[in-house]
């Protein structure tokens, strides 16, 4: 059911769909003496609208996004922190370590 919002609350952390723009966004920040939201759409794009802005667009309540970290660009096996490099990690392998320090014998105080 889409409707115009006047009079209707500002709820950070819940999802809605821009009927018009077919776009959907959770509400972020809300500064109510200022009259500013925030908003944050699904590929991670933030953006302010005024109080006024609010009231007059058609908004329908959604619920969130199945891939909470889909705004952030992640996926889940790019996040799993137990994966086969970590696991398999060699030291002895690092091309770092074939790097030869700068070593000073001595130093003088000045």
């Known amino acids: 059911m889409a409707s115009a919002n006047p009079g209707r609350p500002v709820v950070i952390g819940n999802w809605y769909q821009d009927v018009v723009e077919n776009l959907y966004f959770?509400?972020?920040a809300h500064d109510s003496a200022e009259g500013s939201i925030e908003i944050q759409?699904?590929?991670?794009?933030?953006?302010e609208i005024?109080?006024?802005?609010?009231?007059?667009?058609i908004l329908n309540s959604a619920p969130p996004p199945e891939d909470a970290s889909a705004a952030f660009?992640?996926?889940m096996?790019?996040?799993?922190?137990?994966?086969?490099?970590?696991a398999?990690?060699?030291?002895?392998?690092?091309?770092?370590n074939s790097i030869e320090p700068d070593l000073f014998q001595g130093s003088e105080e000045f």
């Open 26 to 28: 959770e509400v972020v």
């Open 88 to 96: 398999h990690y060699n030291p002895c392998s690092d091309p770092l």
């Open 41 to 47: 759409y699904l590929d991670g794009e933030v953006s």
């Open 77 to 86: 096996p790019d996040n799993n922190w137990d994966n086969d490099l970590a």
């Open 50 to 57: 005024d109080q006024d802005s609010w009231n007059e667009m």
């Open 73 to 75: 660009e992640m996926s």
